[in-house]
Nanobody
């Protein structure tokens, strides 16, 4: 059974940084596609970043240059380093997994529908 547990959320001021972690268990982590997603109140869930088992990465345009996704296969853990945080980054952040990454226009997909396993999420609040 796939289990994903996020941690590292919190409240920060604009311009600050946070690092989110997602501990995975119940499957062969290193072979899976992993991603980070977020959902703000009243808005649809949106993709933030995704990483394939071979290290291929993609980011949403809104976070490029500020967020960094990484994975530690030895620790079965996914990370999201978030720098230069903005109030509009405030959301519930969730990690997700799937047996394979889907590619769209030769780029790893960050569409929520392309991921089948989800964690509960961790809240990130950025104040101005």
């Amino acid at each position: 059974q796939v289990q994903l547990v996020e941690s590292g959320g919190g409240s920060v001021q604009a311009g600050g940084s946070l690092r989110l972690s997602c501990a995975a268990s119940g499957y062969t982590y290193m072979t899976y596609c992993m991603g980070w997603f977020r959902q703000a109140p009243g808005k649809e869930r949106e993709g933030v970043a995704a990483i394939d088992s071979d290290g291929s990465i993609s980011y949403a345009e809104s976070v490029k240059g500020r967020f960094t996704i990484s994975r530690d296969n030895a620790k079965n853990t996914l990370y999201l380093r978030m720098n230069s945080l903005k109030p509009e980054d405030t959301a519930m952040y969730s990690c997700a997994a799937d047996r394979r990454c889907y590619y769209r226009d030769y780029t790893v997909s960050v569409l929520p529908d392309d991921f089948g396993y989800w964690g509960q999420g961790t809240q990130v609040t950025v104040s101005s």
